[in-house]
């Protein structure tokens, strides 16, 4: 099974809104075949195993991170082809969280006639799929809040200069979990400071959805992310934006969407739940502190990635990563749980989740 965990991990940044799943087939304690999925809308990771296989197959085991499918989708259902192969016993990791199919590949298995085992490295499983599980279940974005920032906690200078906090290896990280996810998303004056193309520059992967939260309507026509065309771009604004600017942009081939207000800002929940309705599954913000605040504030953001560099800039007007009101009481704060650390060189990524 952590052959098959492996091998789902290799689907990252292709699958989207699908899982990650990889398969192994086992005979006579000897691995015979393995597959996963590799692209949206291609053969499962059960399929590409079987068809790697170059012997008989009967009596064989099955290794799967995710409990095959029982129903036509971009592909036919998987548990048709396990049950004619000729496998005896197929372990799952982990159920479909989507409450209209789970156990029902399970149960299709059993009633064919062939051993099922459940419940083998679910919690690395269900891991690998955290994206895969919020968006199936609530049909709303997995959102991930990543911020840069020194080691006494300042994200730039007094005088803004933010370049570069990290070190290589670091940014090369941001640009893989960019590729990973399918939107990237940032405030305004982060476009005014910064002029950022928001792409993942790395071979192999898809430049992600560019969100831009521009409550007013500042955002500069000639930015980057309105006329490099490496990736769309959506503007996320409200009625305060001027009916020229939203011409303006949209005649430049932006996406403007006119939300909701709350307090005078763009509803982000509003944001999150038209994402999800267009079938983006995953979010990473990107913003300055304003941005960050309201999205922890409003309860959107699902994990937390702070990088950290060993280095000391002060200065009481510094920029820090979360800024806003803030709360009154340490009882108030907000809780990150279940932490976990990496190290890039000197750097460190301290990654966590929002206790719900």
């Known amino acids: 099974m952590k052959r098959a965990l492996q091998l789902a991990k290799l689907g990252l940044g292709h699958t989207n809104p699908n899982p990650l799943v990889g398969a192994v087939i086992v005979k006579n304690g000897r691995i015979i075949g393995e597959g996963y999925h590799e692209y949206y809308g291609g053969p499962h990771a059960e399929i590409n195993a079987l068809k790697s296989v170059k012997e008989d197959v009967i009596g064989a085991q099955l290794y799967v991170t995710l409990e095959p499918c029982c129903h036509y989708g971009k592909t036919p259902p998987c548990v048709d082809a396990i049950v004619k192969s000729g496998i005896k016993d197929v372990y799952i990791a982990m159920e479909d969280p989507n409450k209209l199919v789970s156990g029902k590949g399970i149960k299709h298995l059993k009633e064919a006639g062939l051993n099922v085992y459940t419940g083998l490295l679910k919690e690395e499983a269900e891991k690998i799929n955290e994206i895969f599980i919020k968006y199936i279940t609530t049909k709303k974005p997995y959102v991930i809040l990543k911020s840069a920032m020194t080691i006494d906690g300042k994200i730039a200078t007094t005088t803004g200069d933010s370049k570069w906090i990290t070190n290589e290896k670091s940014r090369e990280h941001v640009h893989i979990m960019r590729g990973c996810v399918m939107a990237i998303m940032v405030g305004v004056n982060t476009v005014i400071k910064d002029n950022p193309y928001l792409t993942a520059r790395i071979d ?153």
Not at 291 to 311: Q, R
Request: no cysteine; hydrophobic share 40%.
């Open 204 to 356: 192999g992967f898809k430049n992600p959805l560019r969100v831009i939260v521009d409550s007013r309507g500042r955002i500069p026509l000639n930015s980057n992310v309105v006329i490099d065309k490496s990736a769309k771009t959506i503007v996320a604004t409200t009625d305060m934006m001027h009916y020229k600017k939203v011409k303006a942009l949209s005649d430049l081939g932006v996406d403007v969407v006119v939300l909701d207000k709350l307090n005078g800002e763009v509803d982000l929940k509003k944001l999150m739940d038209m994402l999800g309705e267009r079938g983006i599954d995953s979010v990473i913000i990107e913003g300055g502190g304003t941005l960050n605040y309201s999205a922890l504030k409003e309860g959107i953001v699902d994990k937390v990635m702070f990088y950290i560099a060993p280095k000391i800039i002060g200065g009481s007007n510094s920029l820090t990563p979360v800024e806003g009101k803030g709360f009154d009481l340490i009882k108030d704060a907000i809780i990150v749980e279940k932490l976990d650390v990496k190290r890039f060189d000197d750097d460190i990524l301290i990654e966590g989740y929002i206790k719900k």
